[in-house]
């Protein structure tokens, strides 16, 4: 979720701003799914490893 604020209530975004938020929405969501499929997966699996040597 992306939150904005402005100076005074009832801004009405401009396609610029659209385009702008969806780029950044996108790439919030492509670095979310890189970030599940290695950083959380590396961990998981060492916690695995480890937790077998015990």
């Given at each position: 979720m992306f939150s904005t604020h402005h100076d005074?209530?009832?801004h009405a975004y401009t396609e610029a701003e659209f385009g702008a938020l969806d780029?950044?929405?996108?790439e919030a969501g492509a670095w979310l799914d890189w970030?599940?499929?290695?950083?959380?997966?590396?961990?998981?699996e060492d916690l695995h490893r480890t937790a077998q040597l015990r």
């Amino acid at each position: 979720m992306f939150s904005t604020h402005h100076d005074r209530p009832g801004h009405a975004y401009t396609e610029a701003e659209f385009g702008a938020l969806d780029t950044a929405a996108r790439e919030a969501g492509a670095w979310l799914d890189w970030y599940r499929a290695t950083t959380v997966t590396d961990a998981l699996e060492d916690l695995h490893r480890t937790a077998q040597l015990r």
